[in-house]
């Protein structure tokens, strides 16, 4: 399955740029093995006196974006589950910064946000691999809006994309 077979009525229009960052050659999985590694080799280049940097007031840092990534990873692969288990619970919305400030990513070592990201991410690519197609093709609703549970994984992987680009152009310049 690649993101070419996602049509956009599988989510909401708010996910169009990180969809539109996916490469449109890869499969879903391939994207989540490659997708890992290029996190991971991205995050350990940032040099360490940027780690705890911010572009501006009020905006998160390196880590704080890292950690981020893996939350919404963490939501979006429960995402994923509950439809794929064609559980039609109203699934609650995501306030990412109601999770920053408790997660205290600065406190935290790059190598334990690696870690974490890579349990996160393998956990991830287990799930997947025990999924149909048929399963990845159910709809659910999250944060009222209707949602397959393959648009819920293809999102994360356009999420951490965009992020990736946003530290490059507002955070290592």
């Keep these: 399955m690649k993101i070419t077979d996602l049509h956009d009525t599988e989510y909401n229009p708010f996910y169009a740029t990180y969809i539109g960052m996916i490469p449109k ?3 879903l999985l391939e994207g989540f093995e490659k997708g890992a590694e290029e996190v991971v080799t991205f995050f350990k ?5 940027k780690l705890n940097y911010a572009y501006a007031e009020d905006k998160w840092s390196v880590k704080d974006v890292f950690q981020h990534i893996i939350d919404t990873e963490r939501v979006f692969q429960y995402r994923c589950f509950c439809i794929a288990r064609h559980d039609k619970t109203l699934l609650p919305s995501y306030d990412e ?3 920053a400030l408790p997660a205290q990513a600065s406190a935290k070592s790059i190598d334990a946000l690696l870690e974490e990201f890579s349990a996160v991410r393998q956990s991830f690519i287990v799930l997947l691999k025990s999924l149909s197609a048929a399963d990845l093709q159910q709809e659910g609703n999250a944060n009222n809006s209707p949602i397959t549970a393959r648009a ?3 999102i994360v992987l356009g999420h951490a994309l ?3 680009d946003v530290i490059k152009n507002r955070y290592l310049q």
């Design 25 to 27: 050659d890869r499969t």
């Design 45 to 49: 280049a940032i040099p360490e006196d």
């Design 97 to 99: 910064n109601a999770y």
């Design 152 to 154: 819920t994984a293809f």
């Design 162 to 164: 965009w992020h990736m």
